[in-house]
């Protein structure tokens, strides 16, 4: 053989080795057809989205490219408009493939990263929510984040970015540092103690009473969320030491939250949350586990505040879970759409006047003209809301509710996008709600006892929780909060009734918790976190949801496991320096506390 024939061979041999890596390693969108439906909405985007994984993760060191994680959920209609103007356009694609390496992230599959970024959100911007979109470096450091932004103005964030890491990535990844919180050190220990107790209570309703509406009820003077955790803690405090002035606000509140826009009349439940300091304006998204804490918190008010009819709308919202978020499995889908299927906000829900006119009799639509204020301007392009924008007379009550039941099956006809995600710790809050509804309803035994079958014939396999199931695929990696709601569900379902399964695998579940989620030096949202700022803390504070760590302190407290107890018991101790200076953000905490007292 000639050397230049050897040299050819050996040229060929060379490009048939690398040829193949060069293929594989070019950038594709492995979103498609991925069994969760927010997910797989971005499978037909010209990005080429990852998944959040060590793989991903290790692409971008070897890469030495920025992580761009882009977080958002189904029901989230600015997560669909930044899709549509930006992720949709084929330059900013190119952008993101070229210079990042892009990953979409479903936040309710990954609540732990999804936390711990919108921390950062809060402290570099002084806001968060979603569409979140964090610029991480390629060891897992927070360095950017912007939330919505039009089209133009990202590409040029974009372009920014890029060339900053080109020319000082060094730069960059010293600042992320920077920004990272300290060390996790052990927590601290304090006496659990009734003075400690009654000091902390003290300063969370001064923190109550800061932030307080008066007239409108609820908490803030701009957008209204139904904040479940602090409610609940304020129900058990009124329950145990009775305060007009506290019974007043509550009444208030959940009047206003029933009565307006944040209620759903004709198919019952709740939406995510008013736009608007009087409720009168919902972001039109609908959770499962909005529904299933409100459920529990108006039955919960209709005794501790004497107001029966509140059980009615309790009533309502469970039977939205089951009419519009039941799975033929038993379990429970995760949302339905802010916007219908042709992509309009809140359609679904809204009506014309002269549709309502067709459907209705006349005394009942006279009804609905006064009370639902058909007779003003429009406050959405689709139609008029219903709701109690004026305040009913008794007949009037009577009539709405007969056009309730009329205009149902009509509106069922209508889209409605859902989410169908079986996630394990929503469902567990939903049998929470069905089993402490089967003192009002004994057909909740049926639906409790439903979900309780599917949560531990399909989301736990070898004494382990799984994330979710989605179009029939397994989601692993259930993180603490699923444990937790789901722990605290079957104790739920085991003491209304009786069941002893229940107990016995919410005794194996919360051992396992403990055994992945917990060390002295804290708790951690993910048995194994990628981003490098989630580190252990003494207490999980609530959210939207509740704190997940609390709420299996609490859980593990009722068990008849001494060691399980002695294990809350010695968490419920530890300083939450964070809470001395919020309390207001820890309402499931001061339950904790009043819980582990050795008096009680």
Not at 198 to 207: K, L, T, Y
Not at 291 to 298: F, G, I, R, S, T
Not at 345 to 373: C, M, N, Q, S
Request: with cysteine; proline share 7%.
């Amino acid at each position: 053989m000639s050397g230049f024939e050897r040299s050819t061979a050996f040229a060929t041999l060379l490009l048939s080795l690398l040829l193949p890596v060069a293929v594989a390693a070019a950038p594709v969108n492995q979103l498609v057809n991925h069994p969760s439906p927010y997910l797989a909405l971005h499978g037909s985007d010209p990005v080429a989205w990852q998944e959040w994984n060590t793989a991903t993760v290790a692409r971008a060191k070897r890469e030495n490219k920025l992580l761009f994680v882009s977080v958002g959920y189904f029901a989230c209609h600015w997560c669909h408009v930044m899709q549509r103007e930006s992720y949709k356009d084929p330059q900013i694609a190119a952008l993101l493939n070229r210079d990042f390496i892009p990953v979409k992230v479903d936040r309710e599959l990954n609540s732990g990263l999804d936390d711990a970024l919108q921390t950062f959100s809060a402290q570099l911007n002084g806001i968060a929510g979603w569409p979140l979109n964090a610029f991480v470096t390629p060891e897992g450091f927070p360095a950017f984040v912007v939330l919505y932004a039009p089209a133009d103005d990202f590409s040029k964030l974009l372009t920014h970015l890029a060339e900053r890491w080109a020319a000082d990535s060094a730069g960059i990844r010293r600042l992320a540092r920077q920004a990272a919180p300290p060390p996790a050190q052990a927590p601290g220990r304090a006496p659990l103690t009734a003075a400690r107790t009654a000091r902390a209570w003290e300063q969370f309703i001064a923190g109550v009473w800061q932030e307080a509406d008066m007239l409108h009820g609820g908490f803030g003077q701009v957008s209204k969320f139904p904040m479940a955790p602090q409610l609940h803690a304020l129900l058990e405090r009124q329950a145990w030491q009775p305060d007009a002035r506290l019974a007043g606000f509550l009444r208030e509140t959940f009047d206003q939250m029933a009565a307006r826009g944040l209620h759903d009349p004709i198919g019952g439940g709740f939406f995510r949350y008013a736009t608007d300091p009087g409720w009168d304006t919902p972001h039109f998204e609908k959770m499962l586990y909005d529904n299933a804490h409100l459920a529990v918190l108006y039955l919960r008010a209709a005794g501790v505040l004497g107001q029966p009819r509140y059980r009615e709308i309790a009533r309502g919202a469970l039977d939205f879970m089951q009419d519009e978020l039941l799975d033929p499995s038993g379990g429970l889908y995760s949302s339905t759409s802010a916007v219908d299927a042709a992509g309009r906000e809140g359609a679904t829900y809204l009506w014309e006047p002269d549709e309502l006119k067709r459907h209705l009799p006349p005394e009942i639509f006279a009804a609905a003209r006064r009370v639902w204020r058909l007779d003003a301007p429009r406050s959405f392009d689709a139609g008029y809301l219903p709701a109690e924008y004026r305040t009913p007379t008794a007949d009037e009550r009577r009539l709405l509710v007969a056009a309730a039941r009329i205009l149902r099956p009509v509106r069922q006809a209508r889209s409605l996008p859902k989410d169908d995600k079986l996630n394990a710790g929503l469902n567990g809050l939903a049998l929470s709600a069905f089993s402490q509804a089967i003192q009002l309803d004994p057909a909740c035994r049926l639906r409790a006892d439903r979900l309780q079958h599917f949560l531990l014939t399909r989301l736990v396999r070898d004494g382990r929780l799984l994330k979710a199931m989605a179009r029939g695929k397994v989601l692993p990696d259930a993180e603490l909060e699923d444990y937790a709601y789901v722990v605290q569900g079957l104790l739920d379902h085991a003491d209304a009734t009786g069941n002893g399964p229940s107990r016995k695998q919410a005794r194996q579940l919360a051992q396992v918790a403990w055994q992945r989620f917990w060390s002295e030096k804290g708790w951690k949202h993910e048995a194994r976190p990628l981003l490098a700022t989630m580190q252990p803390e003494p207490a999980l504070a609530d959210g939207a949801l509740y704190s997940p760590s609390d709420v299996l302190i609490l859980a593990s407290l009722r068990l008849r496991d001494p060691a399980l107890q002695q294990l809350a018991r010695t968490a419920a101790g530890w300083r939450v320096t964070a809470m001395e200076r919020d309390v207001y953000a820890y309402p499931t905490r001061l339950r904790v506390l009043t819980t582990s007292q050795p008096d009680r």
